[in-house]
């Protein structure tokens, strides 16, 4: 499983979507940090006072608990494991039946790399760009921040499952997108919310991926959003691994 990992980490740094996928993160934040410095300097004081007492780690999770974080990560690792099939990667190492367990763990450890990876960009430029842009933020101790990008991470590393499992069902690009632009946007969870409440049944909403990151996170959670945050990501990352190791079960590579 981690030799695969190994192989898998050298051929995510030579994957042409990885650094697309970096390059329209940067871009994505730059653009909100742009439009923040677009308010702050606004002569409407209730919209210009938003971002007066507002501190790094509230900032952060402004942009970052905003959904795009999870749409990046959804659709990058979407791509990446479609490039085994694509490649026929897949077929070489698993030919063998009992390699295909392996490979589902090596996929559940590669998305959370992945993650981890796009979630510190994120939180490197939303912590560096306000500087040069002048936003009045106020210092967040970098206890904090570790703690706040630790949690956010954690429903990004479930949601990008989400990718692992649509590639192996499909074998395709299609459904993976578009989940993770509907449902990492909170769509999804609009739409559950609005049966939820058109039938008096419980908020069920609330324990979608993208809520999770939304709400729970934000902007440092406690003990019980923390036990929120464990609870969907196990859950859901459980989930789709359960799945997935179906799916490669059941049908051929």
């Known amino acids: 499983m981690f030799n695969l990992l190994r192989m898998d980490l050298r051929r995510l740094l030579h994957t042409r979507s990885f650094y697309i ?21 606004e002569p ?5 006072g938003e971002l007066v007492g507002m501190t790094q780690v509230e900032f952060i999770h402004e942009c970052g608990g905003s959904g795009f974080l999870l749409i990046m990560i959804g659709i990058g690792v979407t791509l990446f494991v479609h490039s085994d099939f694509s490649s026929g990667f897949v077929k070489n190492i698993c030919f063998a039946r009992p390699r295909r367990l392996e490979y589902v763990l ?17 939180v490197l430029l939303l912590m560096a760009l306000p500087i040069p842009a002048g936003l009045p933020l106020t210092a967040s101790p970098l206890g904090h921040i570790l703690k706040y990008s630790f949690w956010i991470w954690l429903p990004c590393w479930a ?22 632009v509907f449902s990492g946007g909170g769509v999804v969870a609009m739409l559950v919310q609005i049966l939820c409440q058109r039938f008096g049944w419980p ?15 934000a902007p440092m959670p406690g003990m019980e959003q923390m036990n929120m945050i464990l609870g969907c990501a196990a859950a859901w990352a459980g989930f789709y691994l359960a799945g997935s190791l179906i799916v490669m079960e059941k049908r051929d590579i």
């Open 21 to 41: 996928m970096l390059a329209v993160t940067v871009a994505i934040i730059v653009f909100m940090t742009a439009m923040m410095t677009f308010v702050d300097d």
């Open 159 to 180: 949601f990008g499952l989400t990718g692992v499992l649509l590639v192996l069902l499909t074998r395709g690009t299609t459904l993976g997108i578009l989940a993770a």
């Open 106 to 122: 090596s996929k559940v450890l590669m998305a959370g790399v992945y993650s981890a990876i796009f979630t510190a960009l994120s």
């Open 44 to 48: 409407d004081a209730e919209m210009s």
């Open 203 to 217: 908020d069920l909403a609330q324990y979608m991926l993208s809520m999770v990151a939304s709400r729970q996170c």
